[in-house]
């Protein structure tokens, strides 16, 4: 499976995710349609943070499930932890999700261009 590194716009934050990547997640939440993120999620061990997360900054907002890391010097979000469905989502048949979600135009090595992009709903997410 292919190791990429990933880093914000400065460096400051780095990381290396493993990952068989097939397609980009485009969201069309209010938080992410402005960030312009291109995601892919992994699972929680895939993701090995060269930065600990205590040097870089969390934004929770809506439920307060979903922490988005950031850096604190570019602003740059190369990677996520999604929020926890509610109730009603899960009723709904959404699952959990253990994993990160990552910032795709954070990784050196991707070519966004050839990878097919899933669009996602996350407007229709109760937050």
């Not at 349609?33 to 992994?42: E, H, I, P």
């Not at 205590?54 to 307060?64: D, I, N, P, S, V």
Request: aromatic share 8%.
């Amino acid at each position: 499976m292919p190791t990429y590194l990933g880093s914000c716009h400065c460096g400051a934050v780095r990381f290396e995710v493993q990952a068989e990547i097939d397609h980009l997640r485009e969201c069309d939440c209010s938080i992410c349609r402005r960030r312009g993120a291109l995601t892919f999620r992994v699972e929680r061990h895939a993701l090995r943070l060269l930065t600990p997360l205590a040097e870089m900054t969390a934004y929770r907002w809506g439920t307060r499930t979903a922490e988005d890391y950031f850096c604190p010097k570019c602003g740059i979000l190369p990677f996520r932890k999604p929020s926890a469905p509610s109730a009603a989502e899960r009723a709904r048949g959404v699952m959990p999700f253990d994993g990160w979600s990552v910032n795709i135009r954070c990784l050196e090595t991707i070519d966004i261009a050839v990878l097919p992009r899933v669009q996602i709903c996350g407007s229709d997410l109760e937050i």
